[in-house]
């Protein structure tokens, strides 16, 4: 169907594949992916509103990415406004995050007390820091990003807990286990290793850095990976209320005697029942699998679907959905290097 929107996209093969390798990459920021899935779906032809319904986003949505793709083509023009900005201790990390995202860079260092940012931040938000902070280090992020946080505003951190923890380690009783090795060898041992902390610990420490502030804690809350905490300044909106969006995986799949399967679990928060499990060929929803059992329990999905009429390149996508409507995407892919070649 022939889009009516005056933003008309076409795209060059490298195009194409840098914006099928953000879909399909699983760790692609969900929100990066998403935008990438609008402009693919846009140079196919879709409208608008098609987008919007098999997206699950609003028309203005689709119009924004839309609009900003062909003011500037390439993926550079699907990142963040400049007002946001990234914090890390490797240049050429920040170098690559301005160019490509278009954010303000800053280069940062393992000591908390030599970062200098201009301003205050509405949101702070510190992935996989605190996993790998030192006793001493931890409590000294935690306060001197506390003191970026603007009036309103909140600083968000992820943790990992004694669920991840490996048998060899043991969990002493400040609430704070930590090893001096970790991913990387670019960095010292006693700087940065991995850490793992109890739920206790988070809140003494959180009352320490910032006595004023309110604390909401999730158990796996990041992605059901890390815990996630939150501390916000007071306000007239009482205490910070976390709700996790559904998790799940794809566990397995094939392509073969003309179909494809495809087979997974999805779980939803604690106080409600297991999401539904979605599938999409491009923007058309093919078939749901509705989500039953008792409230928070994991539950098994599977799809079967035949493989003839689906162009090689349109994007095969799966979604849990839960019962408040929040929705994660557990697989996005092209059936392309899949199929035999003609």
Known sequence: MPTTSPDRIALTNTQRGDLDRLVRAGRTEQRLALRAGIVLAAADGESNVQIAAALGVCDDTVRKWRHRWCAAPGVSSLGDAKRSGRLEIDADAVRFQAETFGVRGVVSSHDPGALSLE?????????????????????????????????RGVLAFSTSGERVMPGSVRMPSSGLAYTPRSETTRLAGDEYGTTWVTPEFVRRAAAAA???????????????????????RPGPAGDPA???????????????????????????????????VKLYVG??????????????????????????????????????????GASRLLVAETLGQYLPRS
């Open 242 to 276: 976390l709700a996790r969006d559904p998790m799940g995986v794809l566990e397995w799949a094939a392509v073969e005697g003309g179909a494809v399967t495809a087979r997974g679990w999805a779980q939803g928060d604690a106080d409600e029942r297991p999401p539904d």
């Open 119 to 151: 301003g205050a931040f509405d949101l702070v938000l510190a992935v996989s820091l605190f996993t790998h902070l030192p006793a001493g280090r931890f409590e000294a992020w935690l306060a001197r990003l506390w003191g970026f946080v603007a009036p």
């Open 210 to 232: 910032a006595p004023e502030a309110r604390l909401a804690f999730r158990a796996d809350g990041l992605c059901g990976a890390q815990d996630l905490s939150v501390l916000a």
């Open 283 to 324: 923007p058309r929803l093919a078939e749901v699998s509705p989500g039953k059992g008792p409230p928070g329990s994991r539950r098994e999905w599977g799809f079967v679907f035949p493989t003839a009429g689906i162009s090689p390149d349109r994007v095969i996508r799966i979604e849990a959905e839960s019962e408040r």
